[in-house]
């Protein structure tokens, strides 16, 4: 049985959250839609005991509510939600109650996941994809700044760490 939340039920903490995550949809969305052939899904917060991620496959992907506790993880967070929207993206058809992975749906996943790491559209290197989750993490820590709300320790640690590796580069 999976509900959907609507934005107004979200502490500020969590509609800052779903806001970096739909960025991060909105960038991969960009970057993507030519092997996706549908139209970019919203992102919302949802509550399943059976799944991680759901869609309507036309319109909305549902992530469980659940894995905002593991937001302080930063990058790692990021890339298993990322992971999670790809997943859905591959699907065409509701996923509540079924879940099938077809022919189709693999060499798509395929596709985007292991082909997609450098992508080529119009004879262009064009997105890492392995840089969105860094991207969307650093785009959740700065916003909770701007709205005074304290970032969890073990994302500013990691990003204390990314800034430091670039700053050795």
Same mark, same amino acid.
């Given at each position: 049985?999976? !509900?959907k939340f609507e934005?107004?039920?979200?502490?500020? $903490?969590?509609?800052?959250?779903?806001?970096?995550?739909?960025r991060?949809?909105?960038?991969? #969305?960009k970057?993507?839609?030519?092997?996706?052939?549908c $139209?970019?899904?919203k992102i919302?917060f %949802?509550?399943?005991?059976?799944?991680?991620a759901? /869609?309507d %496959?036309v319109?909305?992907?549902?992530?469980n509510?659940?894995f905002?506790?593991?937001?302080e993880y %930063? /990058?790692?967070f990021? +890339?298993?939600?990322?992971k999670?929207?790809? &997943?859905e993206?591959?699907?065409n058809?509701? /996923?509540?109650?079924?879940?099938? &992975?077809n !022919?189709e749906? #693999?060499?798509? #996943?395929?596709?985007i /996941?292991?082909k997609g790491?450098?992508?080529e559209l119009?004879d262009n290197?064009v997105l890492?994809?392995?840089?969105l989750?860094?991207r969307?993490?650093?785009v959740?820590?700065?916003?909770? !700044?701007?709205? +005074?709300?304290?970032?969890p320790?073990?994302l500013?640690?990691?990003l204390?760490n990314?800034q430091?590796?670039i !700053?050795n580069d």
């Amino acid at each position: 049985n999976q !509900e959907k939340f609507e934005t107004n039920q979200l502490s500020k $903490k969590e509609q800052i959250l779903l806001k970096s995550v739909r960025r991060l949809n909105n960038i991969f #969305y960009k970057e993507y839609s030519v092997l996706l052939r549908c $139209k970019k899904r919203k992102i919302v917060f %949802g509550n399943s005991l059976a799944s991680d991620a759901w /869609t309507d %496959g036309v319109s909305y992907i549902a992530l469980n509510f659940k894995f905002i506790e593991l937001s302080e993880y %930063g /990058t790692k967070f990021f +890339d298993y939600i990322l992971k999670l929207i790809i &997943h859905e993206y591959c699907h065409n058809e509701f /996923t509540i109650s079924v879940h099938p &992975h077809n !022919e189709e749906f #693999y060499k798509l #996943y395929h596709d985007i /996941t292991i082909k997609g790491g450098f992508k080529e559209l119009k004879d262009n290197l064009v997105l890492n994809i392995s840089n969105l989750p860094k991207r969307a993490a650093i785009v959740y820590h700065n916003e909770l !700044e701007r709205n +005074d709300i304290k970032a969890p320790k073990k994302l500013k640690e990691e990003l204390s760490n990314i800034q430091e590796s670039i !700053e050795n580069d």
